[in-house]
């Protein structure tokens, strides 16, 4: 496939993960109390995919490509980065405490819960600069497993649109409001691949392109075993997550052998 053609594809996979906090947005004005355990399931899905493609497809081509200490040092540098950022955000708005979802059913004025989802918001749009460049460098590598990410990440910004915008809701009673913060974190992880595109495609090699794809297998760990699960054991079964990692994993093994 030619390489502006990957670029494309690669930036509107990126735009439809970031995007998909507004779906979580959405829910707000259908349901009165918002809760995700039902997307439990989902979530366990989202973290088979991220941990399967991460091991199994990103890791080992890494370290065939540059060998296994630079593979390696970039895997836990993609870790050290994430959870960097997750150290340097407000530790009640950071992502995966996911504040303020379980937030009172009558909607009223409060500073302190407008508050609350702002940084949520600003939060989520700093966690999702790099998974936008996790999304972009993979489908820029492979297409296929630029869709498999772009999904998973996907799912799991579904709840992070809630966790913005409920709280935003319940102190301004404005939907449009809620959604429209919500909708502005997802922007990040377009403007992550954008920058990605920046930086990285002028020095573009297949040695580099391997390092940054140990780099994004490091934050996806990161994310499915510091977010994802305590995210889905949170609001869900024990036996219904482990079922949604293992079929995660079955999809990706049987996806990747057939393609």
Do not use: C
């Not at 580099?208 to 305590?230: C, Q």
């Amino acid at each position: 496939m030619d390489v502006s053609v990957n670029i494309g594809i690669a930036f509107l996979l990126t735009v439809m993960a970031g995007l998909s906090t507004g779906i979580g947005s959405a829910i707000a004005y259908f349901i009165k109390k918002p809760k995700i355990i039902y997307l439990s399931f989902s979530l366990g899905l989202s973290t088979g995919v991220m941990i399967y493609i991460s091991f199994m497809e990103l890791l080992p081509n890494a370290l065939d490509a540059v060998g296994q200490f630079w593979g390696l040092a970039f895997f836990f540098i993609g870790i050290a980065t994430i959870g960097l950022i997750d150290i340097l955000v407000p530790g009640p708005e950071n992502p995966h405490d996911y504040e303020g979802i379980d937030a009172p059913t009558a909607p009223r004025k409060n500073n302190y819960l407008m508050r609350t989802g702002l940084l949520t918001a600003l939060a989520i749009g700093i966690h999702n600069f790099p998974e936008g460049l996790a999304t972009f460098a993979s489908a820029l590598s492979d297409v296929r497993l630029g869709v498999f990410i772009a999904m998973a990440i996907a799912i799991h910004n579904i709840p992070e649109g809630i966790a913005v915008s409920v709280p935003i809701f319940y102190a301004t009673s404005n939907k449009n409001k809620a959604f429209f913060y919500s909708f502005l974190s997802g922007l990040s992880e377009p403007a992550g691949a954008g920058i990605g595109y920046l930086i990285l495609l002028p020095f573009l090699t297949p040695a580099l392109l391997a390092a940054v794809l140990a780099f994004v297998a490091g934050v996806m760990i990161y994310i499915s075993l510091d977010e994802l699960l305590p995210m889905a054991h949170r609001y869900g079964h024990g036996h219904l997550v482990i079922g949604g990692i293992v079929l995660g994993m079955l999809i990706m093994a049987l996806s990747l052998s057939m393609l």
